[in-house]
């Protein structure tokens, strides 16, 4: 248990479902990260949000959008995603953003697009 | 070429027997990371180091900043040790750069 939730665990959805995931840090860190891992790929930033501001947006087409109401809460939304699109995806967190910080991973929600 | 290359890909070993994996870097870096992830996918943070060695447990990672290269060690291995290791780079303390991880199995 490493401090940080993530829900739900599994989803399937289909090319034209709207879905959410969810990420919870009970950490009281400041910043949290969105990743995704792809079989047989290095874990891919995807998005930055420091004290609730976006810091990077690693070049994540605009299928995902994600939001982050205050520095314990982060969600990926989805629509219209790929089947290219299925994948583990992480949520981590830590102290801040910049300089070396331990981040601190969730359980990750694996997802199938059909 | 990925900045940060573990070796090997996959290793199988006994129970009990003394285990390597390796992280080369070809970027400079302020710290390094390594992470261990479960069959269900939740990574855990191992150690974080930008010199020398770090112990805990029967776990032990030695950094050289010079040469660019990192090991983990895990002595007296054991079938529970089975998981994915990865090592991240912190890139100029602004960016984490992750390997492609390292598979573990150990067998009884």
């Known amino acids: 248990e490493t401090g940080v939730t993530q829900t739900p665990r599994h989803l399937v959805m289909g090319m034209t479902n709207k879905k959410s995931l969810k990420c919870e840090q009970h950490?009281?860190?400041?910043?949290m990260y969105w990743y995704k891992q792809s079989a047989k790929k290095p874990l891919e930033l995807m998005f930055v949000?420091?004290?609730?501001?976006?810091?990077e947006n690693n070049s994540v087409p605009s299928r995902f959008s994600p939001e982050c109401p205050n520095s314990s809460h982060l969600f990926l939304h989805l629509h219209t995603l790929q089947p290219e699109d299925s994948a583990l995806y992480l949520c981590?967190?830590?102290?801040?953003?910049?300089?070396?910080?331990?981040?601190?991973f969730g359980p990750g929600t694996r997802l199938t697009v059909l | 070429k990925n900045e940060v290359e573990q070796s090997p890909q996959n290793l199988t070993a006994q129970e009990g027997e003394f285990i390597t994996i390796n992280c080369s870097y070809s970027?400079?870096?302020?710290?390094l990371h390594w992470l261990q992830q479960h069959p269900g996918g939740g990574i855990v943070s191992l150690f974080m180091?930008?010199?020398g060695k770090k112990k805990h447990g029967r776990l032990i990672a030695t950094i050289n900043i010079q040469e660019k290269h990192s090991s983990l060690h895990i002595t007296a291995s054991h079938p529970r040790d089975s998981a994915v290791y990865i090592c991240?780079?912190?890139?100029?303390?602004?960016?984490?750069?992750f390997g492609q991880g390292t598979r573990l199995t150990i067998n009884p």
């Open positions: 981590a967190s830590s102290p801040q953003d910049g300089g070396v910080n331990e981040q601190f």
């Open positions: 950490l009281g860190h400041n910043a």
């Open positions: 949000y420091n004290f609730k501001e976006q810091t």
């Open positions: 970027v400079g870096i302020s710290a």
């Open positions: 180091l930008s010199s």
């Open positions: 991240a780079v912190w890139e100029g303390a602004q960016k984490l750069v």
